[in-house]
């Protein structure tokens, strides 16, 4: 490799193809993991050993067993590319580690004047 393209801080550089094991899309389930749909580690899921998965499924499953994060916010504090994480999150779905929600689509939510009849409603009581 040429020494101008990376820095000795930089670390060793692991392509996302090796990652995934080359594959672009999660899974056979046809899963699309939406950047703001929300995972979280499945409490029924296997307790099978971790150390069986890979590196980056171990990392994504630390971030979303302290918190339930979106597609989004795990390729982020994972520093990986939201196509890898899409990959790697159908992996663990597969496996029964993760569970995936989506969030309500804006046109179930209730209309905002609606809202605001009810909170005048309380109001009055």
């Known amino acids: 490799m040429n020494g ?3 820095d000795a801080d930089a670390g ?22 939406d950047l703001i749909a929300l995972v979280a580690v499945d409490p029924g ?3 099978a050993d ?6 980056e499924h171990r990392a994504l499953l630390g971030l979303c067993r302290a918190e339930t994060q979106s ?13 890898v994480v899409r990959v790697l999150l159908g992996d ?14 804006p046109a179930q939510l209730p209309d905002e004047r609606i809202l605001r ?4 409603g309380l109001r009055a009581l």
Not at 71 to 83: I, K, Q, R, T, Y
Not at 117 to 120: L, P
């Open 4 to 6: 101008q393209w990376y």
């Open 45 to 47: 899921g296997p307790d």
């Open 50 to 55: 971790e150390s069986l998965l890979g590196p």
């Open 92 to 105: 663990l779905l597969e496996a029964g580690h993760v569970r995936v929600s989506r969030p309500v689509p």
């Open 12 to 33: 060793p550089l692991v392509r996302p193809y090796a990652m995934t094991g080359g594959r672009t899309k999660p899974g056979p389930h046809g899963v699309r993991f």
């Open 117 to 120: 009849e009810v909170i005048e």
């Open 71 to 83: 597609v989004a916010e795990l390729a982020a504090d994972a520093d990986l590319p939201v196509g």
